[in-house]
């Protein structure tokens, strides 16, 4: 089955910087979309096609994508940062979304 | 501005029936690639179902061949019949939009479901 692998938590000190991978075979060849998830709150988009941030969210968002592992940065974190995030992909008419990663600000 | 709006899930027993429902406003629900995703307790996203504009249908292999998705041009609503519910199909489901890229670019708030005796 097609799966992407995220560590299942993150820790991160209030205004350091977290970062969560997302691995799978030549992930560098497809669109990796991040997600943030709330308790609670449906998903939202952070991070769109590897680098890309929506309007609305902060520059502290940032994204890369290569081999195969594509990752996506929380500069200065926040307690608001505090989420699951889940990266995704698109490949052969199907969508995927990678195992989730709890991030913590402490 | 576009909105989601999910509907119709509960409780239900195992082997039963539902429909959910998802109308769309500001913007037209048949000539975009729609989605069902669902978030089970504990567990993570999980990807089950599309519709594309042209009507062809796909399934994740969690929900193949119980679970069939729709769309009503008229009410410019999203449908997924679900049947045969196992208790693992409990979860939160969520309609969303997705575009060209394959990007959930906008989500409803998500109806509960729960599957249980």
Known sequence: SYELTQPLSVSVALGQTARITCERSNI???????????????????????????????????????????????????????????????????YVFGTGTKVTVL | EVQLVESGGGLIQPGGSLRLSCAGTGFSVSNNYMSWVRLAPGKGLEWASGIYSDGSTYYGDSVKGRFTISRDKSKNTLSLQMNSLRVEDTAIYYCARVNNYGQFDDWGRGTLVTVSS
């Open chain 1, 28 to 94: 560098g060849d497809k669109n990796v979309h991040w997600y943030q998830q709330k308790p609670g709150q449906a998903p939202v988009m952070v991070i769109f096609r590897d680098n890309n941030r929506p309007s609305g969210i902060p520059e502290r968002f940032s994204g890369s994508n290569s081999g195969n592992t594509a990752t996506l940065t929380i500069s200065r974190a926040q307690a608001g940062d505090e989420a699951d995030y889940y990266c995704q992909v698109w490949d052969t008419g199907l």
